[in-house]
C-alpha cells in the first residue's frame, strides 16, 4: 500500500511559479513510476507530466512543455511538480499518482487527494 500526500497548491497570478509536492509512504517508492495529473472544473482528469523510477525517464502534455519540470527525490520518497509561467488554463486540481510508467491513469494504482491551483489573469 502507497500513501500519497500533496501539497503545494495554492492561488498565484498568471506567470508566476508554483512547486507542489508529492511525499510517499511506501519504503518501495523506488519501484514506481510517478506522475501528475490534474482536472479543471468541469473536465476529464488528464495527463499532466510522469517521471520513471530512475527519474532519468520523463514525459509531458504538450501544453506544459518548457513551464513544467516533473523532478523526484527517492532517498525522500518525493516527487515535485516545478510549474512556471503559470497560465490560467493550469488553473485545476492537481493529483499525484504511483504505478506504472505511463501517461494512461489506469496504470497508476495509487492516488493522492490532490491540491488545487489557481491561476488568476
Known amino acids: 500500500q502507497v500513501q500519497l500526500v500533496e501539497s503545494g497548491g495554492g492561488l498565484v497570478p498568471a506567470g508566476g511559479s508554483l512547486r507542489l509536492s508529492c511525499a510517499a509512504s511506501?519504503?518501495?517508492?523506488?519501484?514506481?513510476?510517478m506522475a501528475w495529473f490534474r482536472q479543471a472544473p468541469g473536465k476529464e482528469r488528464e495527463f499532466v507530466a510522469t517521471?520513471?523510477?530512475?527519474?532519468?525517464?520523463?514525459k509531458y502534455i504538450d501544453s506544459v512543455k518548457g513551464r513544467f519540470t516533473i523532478s523526484r527525490d527517492n532517498p525522500k520518497t518525493t516527487v515535485y511538480l516545478q510549474m512556471n509561467s503559470l497560465k490560467p488554463e493550469d488553473t485545476a486540481d492537481y493529483y499525484c499518482?504511483?504505478?506504472?510508467?505511463?501517461?494512461?491513469?489506469?496504470?497508476?494504482?495509487?492516488w493522492g487527494q490532490g491540491t488545487r491551483v489557481t491561476v488568476s489573469s
Open positions: 499518482a504511483a504505478g506504472t510508467y505511463s501517461i494512461a491513469s489506469n496504470d497508476y494504482k495509487y
Open positions: 511506501a519504503r518501495s517508492f523506488n519501484g514506481y513510476a
Open positions: 517521471i520513471d523510477w530512475t527519474g532519468y525517464i520523463r
